[in-house]
């Protein structure tokens, strides 16, 4: 089944903001993501997922996408599975949303995101955003 992932980001002049949720097993800071379910397409569970597991709205930047082998925790050990993770720029955040007594939100800057994530995984997944984030920048203005 194909999973996809996103990175929730904001913009306040120069700095760059990534949104992080809570995993539900362990409660480590990640990026969400989830399956795409039949008769749907990847940006279609993408907006889904921000929604369900952050309480977020806003714009996909589908051309930004990068692949990239997540480790996730399943008795007997780790599976490493491919996600495709969008960068997803945040318009709204809502108080209410459905895994949000499940989950915690948490912000911080793009140059300080990996201090946050204790997963060498998302480590590649947000050094991808950087190299990309002089045009991801541009292509969010679109939208502000």
Not at 29 to 54: D, H
């Amino acid at each position: 089944m194909q999973k996809v992932g996103l990175i929730p980001f904001d913009i306040d002049g120069n700095d760059i903001a990534i949104l992080f949720v809570t995993s539900m097993g362990r409660g480590r800071w990640i990026l969400p993501k989830g399956n795409v379910m039949k008769k749907e397409t990847s940006i279609s569970a993408v907006k889904r997922e921000a929604f369900e597991e952050a309480g977020i709205k806003g714009e996909v930047l589908e051309r930004f996408a990068t692949t990239w082998p997540i480790g996730k925790s399943k008795a007997g050990g780790v599976v490493r599975i491919p996600v495709t993770y969008y960068p997803f720029f945040v318009r709204e955040q809502l108080d209410e949303w459905p895994e949000r007594h499940k989950r915690q939100r948490h912000w911080a800057l793009l140059k300080d995101s990996a201090m946050v994530v204790d997963h060498d995984d998302y480590a590649h997944v947000l050094n991808a955003f950087t190299e990309l984030s002089y045009w991801i920048r541009e292509a969010a203005k679109e939208y502000k």
